[in-house]
């Protein structure tokens, strides 16, 4: 995965797909999710609070969307990002990244 250096604020990571269940273990569709999924590769000076390998929340179509290398690639300013996710309760498979 190609290295790119986020400047002042911002914050660049690749989306992901998960997996969503339902209770009956019916395997959804990621698309019928309010919220998109990032990890985090590259963080700028002045971001407090998000750091890289970070798995955070965003909106579904929010930041901008870069493509490099055949990788979607988004980058945030810290006000877009919901929150970000404790890694002990969920396990990123960086497997379902989005390529085109």
Sequence with gaps: ???????????????????????????????????????VISVGPKVVGVKKDDTIIVPKHGGQAMLHNGIVYQAFAPLEIYGVLDESEFKTDVSNIITI
């Design 1 to 39: 995965m190609a290295v790119i250096n986020a400047i002042e604020d911002r914050i660049i990571g690749v989306p992901f797909k998960v997996e969503v269940k339902s209770a009956s273990g019916i395997i959804c569709d990621d698309t019928q999710l309010p919220q998109g999924y990032v990890k």
